[in-house]
C-alpha cells in the first residue's frame, strides 16, 4: 500500500508511556497505509529499547533521534517536510486511538473534498497507560463545536489528534516554532481566517491524558501567555 498517513510524534520523557502508545497505534485498522513518524527531540530517557523491537516488525516506523532538544513545533516540521503523505496527524504519546480512529478520519476527507480538517470529540482520562476501552466506559468526554474563526477565538476544538491536508501548508504554511505550548491553536487559527473549511467526529475516537506534567496542562504552561496573546492577535482582525 502507499503511505496514505504520516503520524508524527514528537518524543522527549515518554518512556513510561511508549509500550503503550506503540500498541495501540500499530493496532490501527489501517497501520499498514500509515507511517508512524518518531522525532526524539534529544530525550534523556531510554524510549529507543522499546521503539527499536517494534521497528523490527514495522518497518513503516521512522525513527530520527536528534543531538539537541527543540521544541515539539519544529518536530513536526520536520516530520512534515520530510513525509510524503497526503493526510497529516499527529499523536501524543500518552494519548490513545480507537483502533479504527486513523481510517474513520481519511474517510471523512475522501468523502469531504472541501474540508481540509477533521478532527473528533475525545474521551479525558487521569490515569497513564489504560486502555482505550476502559477509559471509554469511564464516559468522561467532550461534546466540541465544529471549529470556525469565531469559536476558536474561545477554545482549540481541534487540539488533539487532529487529521488534515497536506496541502493545507501550501496554502498557509507551517506550524509557527517560536511557540512552545500553543502553536497548534495559532495554526487552526490561521488557517480558519484564511478560510479553511473543518469537520468534527461527534463520536469519541482518541483519549486525551490529563497529563500533569504535560506542556499544555501543568500549572506554569507556557501557553497561559501564548494562548491569550495568539486570541488578542487574531480577534483583532474581526475588528478590521
Partial sequence: FPVTITVITSLYKGEKYINTFLENITNQTIFNRCQLFIIDANSPQNEYETIKEYMKNYPNIKYIRLDSTIGIYESWNLAITESVSEFLTNANVDDLHRNDALEIKVQCLRDNPKVDVVYSDVYYSFIP??????????????NLPTANKFNLLNFNSPHNSPMWRRSLHEKIGYFDPTYKSAGDHEFWLRSA????????????????????????????????????ETVKRYRSLLEL
Avoid: H
Wanted: charged share 20%; glycine share 12%; no cysteine.
Fill in 129 to 142: 497507560n489504560l486502555t482505550f476501552e476502559v477509559v471509554e466506559k469511564g464516559g468522561i468526554r467532550t
Fill in 193 to 228: 481566517f484564511s478560510g479553511v473549511t473543518f469537520m468534527k467526529i461527534k463520536d469519541p475516537v482518541v483519549v486525551y491524558y490529563q497529563n500533569p506534567n504535560g506542556m499544555s496542562t501543568q500549572s506554569d504552561s507556557p501557553g497561559n501567555i501564548e494562548g491569550p
